[in-house]
Each structure stands twice: as structure tokens, then as C-alpha cells.
């Protein structure tokens, strides 16, 4: 089965897990140490918190920003449900926001502007299938209204740059995305108190941690803030380390397939709208193709299924779930409940080479001629 994304794990991930058993100290470290800096390197940033989640990096980076009860948070619908359930986390309330258009399936700022109101506190952006919104027109944006700009980069890991845009950003390592540490993520802040006091709301709001207090002989801390258990371990920060150095050459090796499926699929389907394609800074983290508005997506999936083909669709929109349906006025974002009606991802990881690509697009191609 072609799967639509695979973790590349090998023998230097082995060797460095290992190293972190043999030496004992298995959480908080001087390898969590070295990978928040490694992490902060590639993006350009002077530092990076590390933590157990995305989830969790967003969740600190709204709290960290004193975002809370009463406060609106603008964010798309058409991203993974985490970044509006961190909303609820940190008390506030998320306010759904529609895509520009199909061919640039980002947040639109036309209904951005339109929905904010005197309660808008915040903004997340989410880079979807890493190609990076538009960083000026979101800043001057965020600027103008006096708004807090997070940015949701779990797709953008290893662009340069990403995570930059404004106060703070979180990024995620799970097994799916371009690089991974199985359970993981990184929260940068622009501003270094705001970082700090990330760093102290990871773990539990203490003044210090078990590896400071063994080399600075003070025996106590203190607790001054509410804060969380969002730890990253060793052997985690271990694995990291080894994927961060490999993580340029898998993302060109991303963008080399995503434009060979821009060629092949202009050719063999010419009925399929492919996204994104004026070229824009990018991780190439998924390939989402829109199908003819006509096309029945299950019965094709079920095709692709047959030949060896894994195919998923990102996403179902936020505000479509039950849970959000319930609970939250529900919107009409016309653009993003075509996409995601539309939308298929095809296969796109660094394993696989250009006749993948080629027999994709060729399924693709027999499938929607019924
Ligand atoms: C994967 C993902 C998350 C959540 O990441 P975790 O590390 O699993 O918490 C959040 N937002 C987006 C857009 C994602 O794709």
C-alpha cells in the first residue's frame, strides 16, 4: 500500500536512542536542551520551548499571551481540530473563518476583518499543508487591530522563517508530519519574557526543574503560575535531533514530487484543481487535490484503495463536528465546506520516487473516468 504519509526512522535514530538509555537521564536534558536550540536555529529565532504536543504549544502560546475568558480567537476551520480545541483550553472562544478561495485555501482576510468584533483578542493562522500565508499582509493585520498573531505551523516544520510571522507559533512532531519525534512540539515566541514564561508553564509553573536544581545545589522551588505537565523526554529530543538534519533534504525532496504531480495531473486529469499553484514558500507537508465538483470522492478513494493507493482528505471542517456544531453558532464559510467536500490527499513522503508519483496520477486519472 502506497500510504498517503510515512515516518522515515532509521539506524542514527536507533544509535541515538540508545545513547540516551546508556546514560540514564531519561527526561528534561541536555538533549531537549540541544534540540530546542537546533529547532530555534533552523527557523531563525535565538531560542524554542519544547513540549509534548502541538497541542499543547498552542495551548502555552495563548495562555502565554494572555489570551483567556471573554477573549474571541479568530481561526480557520479548515485545519486539524487541536487548534480550536486550545482555544477552549485556554477559556476563550474560537471564531471560525472561511478559506481565501479553492486554488489558496488559507485563511481569507476579507472575512477575518469581517468577523472581528471589540472581543477579538487573537489570531492562528495555520499554514495548511505548509505553504506559508502571506506574512506581512497577516501582520500588519494583527498590528493595525492591536490583535495577538499565533501561528498554528504544524505543517511549516523546517521552512525558514516559519513560525516568525508573529508573538508566537507552535509546531509538531507527530508521526505524520514532516519530521517527527512520535509525540512532540516546539513553541516560539518573539518575545524572550513571553518564552520564559512558556518555558515555566511546561512544567507545572515551577521556578525551576529537577536538572537545574541538581547543578545549582538550591534544594527548592517555587510555584508561580498555573502550570502544566507538557514535558519533552530525552529519547524524543534524541530522535529529533537526528531528523532536524535531515530535514532540508526531505522537504526539497517533498517539493521535487509535488511538482511532478503538478505535471502529471495537469496532463492525465485536467478536470482536477490543483491548489497552490502560484509558488510560495513551502514544506510540501501534504498534496490536496480538489475534484470535479460532479466526482463521487468515496467511490474514488475506494477505487485508489483497490490499487494499492492510500488516499485521506484534509479536513473535515472544524465547524462541521459535532461537538463544534453544538456548541458554536454555526457559521457559513461557503468556501471551505466546498473544499473539504472536494478535497482528496494524495500520497506525498520522501520514501517515494517520481513513478509513484506517475502511477498516482495515472490511478487518479482511471478512477474519475468512472
Ligand atoms: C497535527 C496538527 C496539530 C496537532 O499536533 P499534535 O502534535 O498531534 O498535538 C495541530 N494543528 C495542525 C494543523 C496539525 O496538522
Same mark, same amino acid.
Not at 42 to 50: I, K, L, P, Q, W
Not at 77 to 98: E, M, R
Not at 316 to 322: C, I, K, N, T, Y
Given at each position: ?6 515516518p522515515?526512522?532509521? !539506524? ?9 538509555v ?16 537546533? #529547532?530555534a536555529r ?9 513540549v509534548n ?13 494572555g489570551?483567556g ?7 480557520p476551520?479548515?485545519? #486539524? ?18 478559506i ?10 476579507? !472575512? ?13 493562522i495555520?499554514h495548511?499543508a505548509?505553504?506559508?500565508? !502571506? ?13 495577538v ?13 516559519a513560525?516568525?510571522?508573529g508573538d508566537?507559533?507552535? #509546531? ?11 509525540e ?31 547543578s ?11 502550570g ?15 531528523q532536524?538534519k ?38 510540501y507537508h501534504?498534496?490536496p487535490v480538489i475534484l ?55 500520497p ?19 478512477a474519475?473516468?468512472?
Open positions: 500500500m502506497l500510504l498517503v504519509s510515512e522515515i526512522l532509521g !539506524d542514527e535514530e536507533k544509535a541515538a536512542l540508545s545513547d540516551v546508556e546514560c540514564g537521564w531519561i527526561t528534561m536534558g541536555e538533549r531537549v536542551r540541544a534540540f530546542e536550540q537546533a #529547532f533552523h527557523h531563525g529565532t535565538s531560542d524554542a520551548v519544547a504536543s502541538c497541542t499543547a504549544a498552542l495551548h502555552l502560546a495563548l495562555e502565554g499571551l489570551v475568558p471573554g477573549d474571541e480567537v479568530l481561526v476551520s479548515l485545519t #486539524f481540530v487541536a487548534t480550536a480545541n486550545s482555544v477552549l483550553y485556554a477559556g476563550a472562544t474560537p471564531v471560525f473563518i472561511d481565501e478561495s479553492l486554488e489558496i485555501p488559507l485563511m481569507s482576510i476579507a !472575512d477575518a476583518d469581517a468577523k472581528c468584533t471589540t472581543k477579538t483578542k487573537a489570531i492562528i495555520m495548511y505548509g505553504y506559508l500565508a !502571506d506574512r506581512h499582509t497577516w501582520r500588519d493585520f494583527a498590528r493595525s487591530r492591536g490583535l498573531l499565533i501561528e498554528d505551523a504544524a505543517h511549516a516544520a523546517g521552512v525558514y522563517g513560525g516568525t510571522f508566537a507559533a507552535a #509546531f509538531s512532531f507527530y508521526g505524520n508530519k514532516n519530521m517527527t519525534t512520535a512532540g512540539g516546539v513553541v516560539l515566541a518573539a518575545d524572550d519574557a513571553v518564552l520564559a514564561r512558556i518555558r515555566q508553564m511546561r512544567g507545572h509553573g515551577m521556578t525551576s526543574g529537577t536538572r537545574e536544581r541538581l545549582s545545589r538550591s534544594p527548592t522551588y517555587d510555584v508561580t503560575m498555573l502544566y505537565n507538557y514535558r519533552l523526554d530525552e529519547l524524543r529530543a534524541a530522535i529529533g535531533l537526528v532536524l535531515n530535514l532540508e533534504w526531505w522537504n526539497s525532496r517533498r517539493q521535487e514530487l509535488t511538482r511532478r504531480y503538478h505535471r502529471r495531473l495537469s496532463e492525465d486529469c485536467p478536470n482536477v484543481l490543483v491548489p497552490f499553484q502560484v509558488p510560495r514558500d513551502a514544506a501534504i498534496m470535479p465538483s460532479s466526482a463521487d470522492r468515496a467511490q474514488i478513494m475506494g477505487k485508489l484503495r483497490d490499487a494499492e493507493i492510500q488516499t485521506t482528505i484534509h479536513y473535515p471542517p472544524v465547524h462541521s463536528l459535532s461537538f463544534y456544531r453544538d456548541r458554536c453558532s454555526s457559521p457559513r464559510l461557503s468556501q471551505t465546506e466546498e473544499f473539504a467536500r472536494r478535497e482528496l490527499t494524495l506525498l513522503h520522501p520514501k517515494m520516487e517520481a513513478w509513484h508519483v506517475d502511477r498516482v496520477a495515472a490511478e487518479l486519472a482511471r474519475l473516468a468512472g
